[in-house]
Structures are given as C-alpha cells and as structure tokens.
C-alpha cells in the first residue's frame, strides 16, 4: 500500500498539467515571476525578458520576448496552442473572441533587437512583422 502510495505521489508531482498556486511563492520575487510567466502572465513574461536583456542573454530575452508578444485570446492562456482542426474554427475564434494584443514593450523590443540586430543577425523582416503587431494599419 505504501509503494503505491509513493508512485502515485511521483506521477501526480510529475504530471505537466497541474497548476502551481504562485501565490505560495510569494516571498521569493524571483520565483513567483518565473511561475507567473510559465503560467502565460506578460507581465511577468516581459519581465523575465528585460532582465535577460539586460544580463546580456538575447537567446533568453527573445524567448521570454517573444511569449509576452503573442497576442493573447481572452479565454485563453498563451502557453496554451488552441486545438483547431479546421480553418472555420479559427476564423470562428477569431470573430467571436478576438486576441487581446500582446505585450507592446516586449514587441517593442523584438522590434529594436530584430532591426539593430541584438544578439541575432539584422532581420528586417522580423522586424516589420511585430512592427505591424503595435501599428496594424
């Protein structure tokens, strides 16, 4: 009884669907920022860019970055991909709840990183392609 109380403990802890309650990490700043972005909060998201920015690791700065940047669906969250399996139903979700734009100081940046080539080789195309995410017209 005892052993399987142990496996069943283990494959619960393990279990990539379970929601950590950040509020628990509270007193360690860092901690709760890393678990709020890991759960698709901008905020935090961003966060975790500028400081890799700023400590000069544009690989992780991109990646935060980029997250904060993904336009988000208000019943969603953005680590979460929608499962769609036709056209219909994205243009469906679309209409019927449109994205909530992303982060525009992280799109902000991707912009400057992309056009100034920061850490990536210069990708003007990039560039333009979040550029268009803060001005759409």
């Not at 700065?61 to 953005?78: D, E, L, V």
Request: net charge positive.
């Amino acid at each position: 009884m005892r052993v399987l109380f142990i496996i069943s403990l283990f494959l619960l802890s393990s279990c990539g669907t379970m929601h950590t309650d950040c509020l628990t990490l509270s007193g360690d700043r860092d901690a709760y920022r890393m678990c709020t972005a890991n759960q698709g909060n901008q905020s935090s998201q961003y966060e975790l860019g500028v400081a890799a920015y700023d400590a000069e690791d544009y690989k992780t700065a991109i990646k935060w970055f980029k997250r904060a940047a993904r336009p988000k669906t208000s019943g969603m969250p953005n680590y979460i991909e929608p499962t769609v399996t036709d056209r219909r139903d994205i243009r469906s979700i679309l209409e019927n709840d449109p994205p909530a734009p992303g982060h525009s100081g992280a799109i902000r940046l991707l912009v400057r990183i992309y056009s100034e080539g920061i850490g990536v080789p210069v990708d003007i195309k990039q560039a333009e392609r979040y550029r268009k995410m803060i001005n759409p017209i």
